[in-house]
Each structure stands twice: as structure tokens, then as C-alpha cells.
């Protein structure tokens, strides 16, 4: 079984419709991340969190928010989805000490 | 404001080629990891650099960390098709044991031809 996994895969939506993605992991690490990748850009990070307490913005979370609900389960929510936010996004978890940093499977979003 | 560049951005090469892909960055770390990416994949961890003068050998690729210079390379020795995907350099910028975050580079997409 995958240790990060992503739901749902892929998800095609309208302006305007509110959608969340869902990130679990098995690793038992306590820090996780949401990132949104665009083609030819990178991967540019949207919230982190390192324990169930604590919430951080990244270098792009305007239209964005999270809910850590677990230590395994971090949601990352666009509240009124637009299609610029068309991307690749990516959950990823890190340990403690070497900071390496495991992704998730990706979701694949459209706003139409 | 940590800025970290690869070059080149796009790479075609022979298979059974030698090449080296940079990576360079703006401002202090002693943390820095490689990535690859196939295509419409996750990305795959490589390489944990955690300090200066690392050096990490996996196969046919080589990726090596000179913190002083704030550079890292990542050498590919005699290309085979199986190697080309999208390699990624990613530094972290708190650089501590108490979190990390990491800026990603761009990506260089790797095509290696028979």
C-alpha cells in the first residue's frame, strides 16, 4: 500500500464550486505539506504544517486553505475555485531528521 | 528571498553520454535533495545531501553538494533511455531539525536518445 495517498486522482470543476482535496499517510511523520506544481514552474509550496496544531502559509495561499484533522490527514480546500488554480497538486510528508520529503500520488484539478 | 536555478532546463543527450545538471542557490543551507519525476508521476526521491562536501552515488547517477560555492550537481554517467524523466533540486530553507521547507528549482527535463 502506498504510503501517501491522494484523493481523488482527478477532478474537473467549475469557477466557482468549492472542492477539497484529502492527503493521508501511514508514515507516522508529523510534518505534511500541500504543493501546486504548473508546467515549466516548479513545484511552489501552498501550506505546511508540522504537528496537528500547527498551520503555515506557503509561498502561495491566497485562495487556498487547510484543515489538519489528524496527525495522518491533511485537506487542502479552495473555497471558490477559479481556473488559474488549473494545476498538478501534490501532499507530501517529511521525518524528523533528514528532512526528506515524500509525495503523495498527485491530484490532477481542473476549473473549467 | 531563496532563489535556486537548474541548468540547463532542457537536455537531450546520447545514450552512453556523459553530462552534469546544476543547481544553484541563493542564500545559505546545508540541506539540499534531488528528485525525479517521470512523466504525470509523483516525484521519486534520489539524493539527501546534508552537508558540505556530500557526495551520493546511486547507479549511474552521482550528486554532490559544495555549500560554500551554494551549488550542487547531479552526473550522469553513460545515459541509458531509462534515466530520462524530470530532475529536480530542492534546498531547504529553515535548514534545522525543527521543520524544513523546501524550494524547488525548475526542473530539467532529461531525454536520453538511442
Known amino acids: 500500500d502506498a504510503d501517501v495517498t491522494q484523493t481523488p486522482r482527478n477532478r474537473i470543476t467549475k469557477t466557482g464550486k468549492r472542492i477539497m482535496l484529502e492527503c493521508s499517510q501511514t508514515k507516522g511523520h508529523d510534518r505534511m505539506y500541500w504543493y501546486r506544481q504548473d508546467p515549466g514552474l516548479g513545484l511552489r509550496l501552498i501550506y505546511y504544517s508540522f504537528d496537528v496544531k500547527d498551520i503555515n502559509k506557503g509561498e502561495i495561499s491566497d485562495g487556498y486553505s487547510v484543515s489538519r484533522q489528524a496527525q495522518a490527514k491533511f485537506s487542502l480546500s479552495l473555497e471558490s475555485a477559479i481556473p488559474n488554480q488549473t494545476a498538478l497538486y501534490f501532499c507530501a510528508t517529511s521525518d524528523l531528521w533528514r528532512g526528506e520529503q515524500f509525495f503523495g500520488p498527485g491530484t490532477r484539478l481542473t476549473v473549467l | 528571498e531563496l532563489k535556486v536555478e537548474q541548468n540547463p532546463l532542457f ?46 552515488q546511486e547507479g549511474r547517477l552521482m550528486a554532490s553538494l559544495d555549500t560554500k560555492a551554494r551549488l550542487s550537481t547531479l552526473h550522469i554517467t553513460a545515459a541509458v533511455h531509462d534515466l530520462s524523466a524530470t530532475y529536480f ?9 525543527a521543520g524544513n521547507m523546501l524550494t524547488f528549482g525548475g526542473g530539467t527535463r532529461l531525454m536520453v536518445k538511442p
Open chain 2, 89 to 97: 533540486c530542492a534546498v531547504d530553507k529553515m535548514n534545522n531539525n
Open chain 2, 11 to 56: 537536455l537531450s543527450m546520447q545514450e552512453g553520454k556523459n553530462y552534469t545538471i546544476y543547481c544553484n542557490y541563493s542564500t545559505t543551507s546545508d540541506r539540499l535533495y534531488w528528485y525525479r519525476q517521470d512523466p504525470g508521476k509523483s516525484l521519486e526521491s534520489l539524493f539527501v545531501l546534508l552537508s558540505n562536501g556530500a557526495v551520493k
